[in-house]
Antibody, heavy 125, light 107 residues
Framework: QVQLQESGPGLVKPSQTLSLTCTVS??????????WSWIRQPAGKGLEWIGR???????NYNPSLKSRVTISVDTSKNQFSLSLSSVTAADTAVYYC?????????????????WGRGTLVTVSS | DIQMTQSPSSLSASVGDRVTITCRAS??????LNWYQQKPGKAPKVLIY???NLQSGVPSRFSGSGSGTDFTLTISSLQPEDFATYYC?????????FGGGTKVESK
């Protein structure tokens, strides 16, 4: 079955760039109408959507992070990546990658049906 | 941005209890509302999508209802494995947003 796995440094210095990659295994990223997202969760807090990318390369970002975020995709490697610049301690969180699947009908619906295990990124000097 | 407000933020219940969690959107989202369960140290897991559709493999004691701005997640008979935090999420429009969560604890 399809699985997602986040990878990247667990510690990033303030003002530097956080870079994470999500590897999709057990299936092709390009096989459906899915989109791929990054979501984060500070310790003890709720979930924050960072942004999404379609395999076409089209992206949407959370306006609260838009000036610092880039999400990219490499379908040949079955991976998508997150880059978050100028990080501060407020960016310390568990970062999840997730797949949103499409339910087609008279009205189409999306929901996150597949998540990675998450990776803790700490911003500290 | 569409704000999602969940209530209560926490509740205490016993095994066998009927549990209801509500989620309100700041504007109409039709039925573009999903519910997730998260246990400590784990990724969220979808329970309900499109407001009332049970995800495959999820026990039938979970149900969802609502449309427009007001939604409900109901657990008909709480089981020991249901103690967790529950989140609603709107998929109507970007930026996608989550409710603040409801922690279901043992009484």
């Amino acid at each position: 079955q399809v699985q997602l796995q986040e990878s990247g440094p667990g510690l990033v210095k303030p003002s530097q760039t956080l870079s994470l990659t999500c590897t999709v295994s057990g299936g092709s990223m390009s096989s459906g109408s899915d989109y791929w997202s990054w979501i984060r969760q500070p310790a003890g807090k709720g979930l924050e959507w960072i942004g999404r990318i379609y395999t076409s390369g089209y992206t949407n970002y959370n306006p609260s992070l838009k000036s610092r975020v880039t999400i990219s995709v490499d379908t040949s490697k079955n991976q998508f990546s997150l880059s978050l610049s100028s990080v501060t301690a407020a960016d310390t969180a568990v970062y999840y990658c997730a797949r949103a699947t499409l339910v087609r009908g008279v009205i189409s619906y999306w929901y996150f049906d597949l998540w990675g295990r998450g990776t803790l990124v700490t911003v500290s000097s | 941005d569409i704000q999602m407000t969940q209530s209560p933020s926490s509740l205490s219940a016993s095994v066998g209890d009927r549990v209801t969690i509500t989620c309100r959107a700041s504007q109409s989202i039709s039925s573009h509302l999903n519910w997730y369960q998260q246990k400590p140290g784990k990724a969220p897991k979808v329970l309900i999508y499109a407001a009332s559709n049970l995800q495959s493999g999820v026990p039938s004691r979970f149900s969802g209802s609502g449309s427009g701005t007001d939604f409900t997640l109901t657990i008909s008979s709480l089981q020991p494995e249901d103690f967790a935090t529950y989140y609603c999420q709107q998929s109507h429009s970007a930026p996608l947003t989550f409710g603040g969560g409801t922690k279901v604890e043992s009484k």
